[in-house]
T-cell receptor, first 111, second 113 residues
Framework: EAQVTQNPRYLITVTGKKLTVTCSQNMNHEYMSWYRQDPGLGLRQIYYSMNVEVTDKGDVPEGYKVSRKEKRNFPLILESPSPNQTSLYFC??????????FGDGTRLSIL | QKEVEQNSGPLSVPEGAIASLNCTYSDRGSQSFFWYRQYSGKSPELIMSIYSNGDKEDGRFTAQLNKASQYVSLLIRDSQPSDSATYLCAVKRKRDTGNQFYFGTGTSLTVIP
C-alpha cells in the first residue's frame, strides 16, 4: 500500500525548542515536498527535493530546514520555532516532479 | 497579486447538477495545472492534472485550460453529496533546481441531496 507517513501527527511545544517532523514514503518517489496550510492562505510550499541531496526553497522557507540524505525520508526541521509557525503541515511525494500523495498532516502548536 | 486565485465559495449545487469551479493564475510561465480535493480534516488528494489547452475528461470530472486567458476550470458532472469538499487549484512553475508549486486557497463545494 502506497504510504506517506508523517510523525508526529500532533505536537504542542514552546518557542525556541528545536523540533523535527519526519516524513517517510514507500513508493520510491524522487520528488518530495513540504507545505503548510493556514486559514485564508491556503497551502504554501516550504521546501522541495527533486532527489537525494537536491533540495530548494519554496514560497515560505524562512525558519525551516530540510535534508534529503536518503530517498525515502525528508524531515522538516524547525531549529528555533516561533508562534507564527503554528500551522498544519503536509508532506507530499510524487513522480514526474509533482505532489501526488500527501501524508495525513502534522498539527503544530508553538506557544 | 496572488499566484493562484480561486473564489472561496461556498458553492452549493443540487445533487445531479454540474458544479463549475474556476481558477486564474498570474504567471504566464506556469506549465502544468492541477486540481486537488480536500475533505474536511483530511489531506489533499490529486484528482486531475492538465498540461495543454483544451479539455481533459476523467469520469465525471473535466478540467479545462485556457493559457491565453490564464484560466483553469474543473467541471463535476452529476454531482454527488460525496463530492462535497474543498477543491484546490495548483500550478507548477519550472525552476533551475526543480518545480515550485503554488496553490489557491480553495473553493468549498456543497452538494445538496
Amino acid at each position: 500500500e502506497a504510504q506517506v507517513t508523517q510523525n508526529p501527527r500532533y505536537l504542542i511545544t514552546v518557542t525556541g525548542k528545536k523540533l523535527t517532523v519526519t516524513c517517510s514514503q514507500n513508493m520510491n518517489h524522487e520528488y518530495m515536498s513540504w507545505y503548510r496550510q493556514d486559514p485564508g492562505l491556503g497551502l504554501r510550499q516550504i521546501y522541495y527535493s527533486m532527489n537525494v541531496e537536491v533540495t530548494d526553497k519554496g514560497d515560505v522557507p524562512e525558519g525551516y530546514k530540510v535534508s534529503r540524505k536518503e530517498k525515502r525520508n525528508f524531515p522538516l526541521i524547525l531549529e528555533s520555532p516561533s508562534p507564527n509557525q503554528t500551522s498544519l503541515y503536509f508532506c507530499a511525494t510524487g513522480y514526474s516532479n509533482q505532489p501526488q500523495h500527501f501524508g495525513d498532516g502534522t498539527r503544530l502548536s508553538i506557544l | 497579486q496572488k499566484e493562484v486565485e480561486q473564489n472561496s465559495g461556498p458553492l452549493s449545487v443540487p445533487e445531479g447538477a454540474i458544479a463549475s469551479l474556476n481558477c486564474t493564475y498570474s504567471d504566464r510561465g506556469s506549465q502544468s495545472f492541477f486540481w486537488y480535493r480536500q475533505y474536511s480534516g483530511k489531506s489533499p488528494e490529486l484528482i486531475m492534472s492538465i498540461y495543454s489547452n483544451g479539455d481533459k475528461e476523467d469520469g465525471r470530472f473535466t478540467a479545462q485550460l485556457n493559457k491565453a486567458s490564464q484560466y483553469v476550470s474543473l467541471l463535476i458532472r452529476d454531482s454527488q453529496p460525496s463530492d462535497s469538499a474543498t477543491y484546490l487549484c495548483a500550478v507548477k512553475r519550472k525552476r533551475d533546481t526543480g518545480n515550485q508549486f503554488y496553490f489557491g486557497t480553495g473553493t468549498s463545494l456543497t452538494v445538496i441531496p
